[in-house]
């Protein structure tokens, strides 16, 4: 299997993932299989570029960015890639660590992550997969 292939297939097994945690009320592991075919699919397109795909996870999200910002075919979904980096980017850590509060006390990833913000950027991320798929 070729390496953008083996992106391609991580994004949609996280995509089914994420519906599979949606389902069950797990609305963090929603957010976070979200982000994680996100970024698989940045994977994807930039190796069907010819690009070396970074191991950083900000470095690899700016690299989606710049790709579909830069390639002719895809400037057009350039702008709502970027808009779904920036969710995502804030969204990460709290997908998987608790957050200690000023006050002392701590939220779990559960509570900094609504059911509605999850589907929401699982039903973007689904969108933006379906086009991009045309063009790797």
Same mark, same amino acid.
């Given at each position: 299997?070729?390496?953008?292939?083996?992106?391609?297939?991580?994004?949609?097994?996280?995509?089914?993932?994420?519906?599979?945690?949606?389902?069950?009320?797990?609305?963090?592991?929603?957010?976070?299989?979200?982000?994680?075919?996100?970024?698989?699919?940045? +994977?994807?397109?930039?190796?069907?570029?010819?690009?070396?795909?970074?191991?950083?996870?900000?470095?690899?999200?700016?690299?989606?960015?710049?790709?579909?910002?830069?390639?002719?075919?895809?400037?057009?979904? +350039?702008?709502?890639?970027?808009?779904?980096?920036?969710?995502?980017?804030?969204?990460?850590?709290?997908?998987?660590?608790?957050?200690?509060?000023?006050? +002392?006390?701590?939220?779990?990833?559960?509570?900094?992550?609504?059911?509605?913000?999850?589907?929401?950027?699982?039903?973007?991320?689904? +969108?933006?997969?379906?086009?991009?798929?045309?063009?790797?």
């Amino acid at each position: 299997m070729k390496l953008k292939d083996a992106y391609i297939e991580v994004t949609e097994r996280s995509i089914d993932a994420a519906e599979a945690t949606l389902a069950a009320d797990r609305h963090e592991a929603t957010a976070f299989y979200s982000y994680h075919a996100f970024e698989s699919l940045g +994977g994807a397109f930039c190796i069907s570029l010819g690009q070396a795909y970074s191991t950083d996870h900000a470095k690899k999200i700016n690299q989606f960015v710049a790709a579909t910002r830069t390639h002719t075919t895809t400037r057009g979904i +350039g702008l709502t890639i970027a808009n779904i980096a920036i969710e995502v980017f804030s969204l990460r850590n709290k997908c998987l660590y608790p957050q200690e509060l000023v006050s +002392g006390s701590s939220t779990t990833p559960s509570q900094h992550i609504t059911k509605k913000k999850a589907e929401k950027l699982l039903r973007k991320v689904k +969108g933006v997969t379906a086009k991009m798929k045309k063009q790797i």
